[in-house]
């Protein structure tokens, strides 16, 4: 298609690369980082999916024998993982000599809670702004690449559209590209963004089980839960 309009010969997608002009390269470095952004959080997402079903139900058959030596050593084995981390922050708290530190663990848990969420965010932001500034990039290169074209006509004082259609066409390689660039980015934030919301449920009501059992175990020197979302 491309070929037939850019003079009638078949066109290499290299040289439908260099028909777009320097918005390509933009728009290259554009797709670059968002499919490195893309594989980046599905192989964390992946990998986050398998341990906190892992570490849940260890820490849950520890905590219900009140094992809490193990606890802290099976947060200390899965260091980095969130319901760890929320978990170490409650134990920490709660065995604190300062009676401030035993009555506010909840809050802090959920202070903690919240921090992490955000982490679990990381450069999906990356994604959404690839996708509303691509296709913008994409068509400033037409326009110039237009521009180019009739300012082309004009010094050589010929006219009619077989004159320009050959610009016109490679000018809009750039609008193409940046289309496809963000419709991926689009595509890839909306899914993220759908697996981030459901992780940030999971850690939630696997940390109120904890707090649950730890509630119980240590009597009233535990606050409640926090239960914001």
Same mark, same amino acid.
């Given at each position: ?80 993982? %969130?319901?760890?981390? +929320?978990?170490? $922050?409650?134990?920490?708290?709660? @065995? =604190?000599?300062? #009676?401030?530190? !035993? ?17 679990l965010k990381k450069n999906l932001w990356l994604l959404g702004t690839i996708?509303?500034?691509? %296709?913008?990039?994409? +068509?400033?290169? $037409?326009?110039?690449?237009?521009? @180019? =074209?009739?300012? #082309?006509?004009? !010094? ?10 050959a610009g016109i066409s490679e000018a809009l390689v750039a609008t193409a ?9 689009v595509v890839a934030f909306n899914a993220l963004q759908t697996r981030w ?33």
């Amino acid at each position: 298609m491309f070929g037939d309009a850019i003079g009638g010969n078949s066109t290499s997608l290299w040289q439908l690369v260099k028909h777009g002009g320097m918005t390509m390269l933009p728009l290259a470095i554009c797709s670059v980082v968002g499919w490195a952004v893309i594989f980046e959080r599905i192989l964390r997402f992946r990998s986050l999916s398998r341990s906190l079903r892992s570490f849940h139900l260890e820490a849950m058959n520890a905590l219900l024998r009140q094992e809490w030596d193990e606890v802290k050593k099976l947060c200390e084995r899965n260091d980095g993982l %969130p319901t760890a981390e +929320l978990l170490k $922050t409650a134990l920490d708290r709660i @065995q =604190a000599k300062d #009676e401030r530190l !035993r009555t506010s663990w909840a809050e802090a848990v959920e202070r903690r809670r919240q921090m992490l969420n955000q982490e679990l965010k990381k450069n999906l932001w990356l994604l959404g702004t690839i996708g509303s500034s691509a %296709p913008f990039i994409g +068509l400033a290169g $037409t326009v110039v690449g237009i521009l @180019q =074209a009739f300012g #082309e006509m004009a !010094r050589k004082g010929a006219g009619g559209f077989a004159v320009v259609a050959a610009g016109i066409s490679e000018a809009l390689v750039a609008t193409a590209a940046g289309i496809i660039v963000a419709v991926v980015a689009v595509v890839a934030f909306n899914a993220l963004q759908t697996r981030w919301s459901a992780f940030v449920l999971l850690i939630r009501i696997q940390t109120e089980e904890f707090a649950e059992i730890l509630g119980a175990s240590f009597g009233k020197q535990t606050g409640k839960p926090g239960q914001q979302g």
